[in-house]
């Protein structure tokens, strides 16, 4: 049973305009959520995080959205840059007594063309 | 000056051996997690250590057993390898905080550069 789901395998965007992200979740005792960008033959690097006391967080062109209601989260990246594209996964995690496991998505590849 | 560091990059090996992976981390932080990614890229936790304690063991293999030396190192060792085992294994590392009466909350999690095993 997948608890977190990224539904679009792929994007393309322009270069300079808006690339969004989304994440769907299931499991309401997540309130800590997370966004990771993969480079291939490289490991997942950490881009920004969200508490579910929040609904918004910010950090330079990347904007983290939840909607804690709908179970859903996106990922804002503007403007949109070449070296953006990457594999992005969001992962989600009950922060409290849970060990720090984090459940995944299966990943949005994104491209950006100059 | 690496934070997390997996050695080696790439594993080839045979049915039936034994291999470990190693894992360490400069940054200072007291857990370390093994993760699995399958051939559909799925990023699963296998095991996750703090303080050199198993606190996450995921419906793995007994194949497939931790160990924490130190803070610092958790290494995976793998018996008798079986074709399903290969995939990429990514270690990982965070920094926990335990509150007195909450219980512990655990930040954003630092990968290292993955450990691709193929077994033929």
């Known amino acids: 049973d997948q608890q977190v789901k990224q539904n679009s395998p792929s994007l393309s965007v322009q270069e300079g305009r808006i690339s969004i992200l989304n994440c769907d979740y299931t499991?309401?005792?997540?309130?800590?959520f997370l966004w990771y960008k993969k480079y291939p033959a490289e490991g997942p690097t950490f881009l920004i995080s969200i508490s579910s006391i929040k609904d918004k967080n910010e950090d330079g062109r990347f904007t983290v959205f939840l909607n804690k209601s709908a179970k859903h989260l996106s990922l804002h990246i503007v403007p949109s840059q070449p070296g953006d594209s990457a594999v992005y996964f969001c992962?989600?995690?009950?922060?409290?007594?849970?060990?720090?496991?984090?459940?995944f998505g299966q990943g949005t590849e994104l491209s950006v063309k100059p | 000056d690496t934070a997390v560091s997996q050695t080696p990059k790439y594993l080839v090996t045979q049915m039936g051996n034994d291999k470990s992976i190693k894992c360490e981390q400069n940054l200072g932080h007291d857990t370390m997690y093994w993760y699995k990614q399958d051939s559909k890229k799925f990023l699963k936790i296998m095991f996750s250590?703090?303080?050199?304690?198993?606190?996450i063991n995921e419906t793995v293999p007994n194949r497939f057993s931790p160990k924490s030396p130190d803070k610092a190192h958790l290494n995976l060792h793998i018996n008798s390898l079986e074709l399903g085992d290969s995939a990429v294994y990514f270690c990982?590392?965070?920094?926990?905080?335990?509150?007195?009466?909450?219980?512990?909350?655990?930040?954003?999690?630092?990968f290292g550069p993955g450990t691709r095993l193929t077994v033929t």
């Open positions: 992962a989600a995690s009950g922060s409290w007594n849970q060990g720090g496991k984090l459940i």
């Open positions: 990982a590392s965070s920094q926990s905080l335990t509150l007195a009466g909450t219980g512990r909350v655990f930040y954003e999690q630092y």
């Open positions: 499991n309401s005792m997540f309130d800590y």
């Open positions: 250590y703090n303080n050199k304690e198993l606190i």
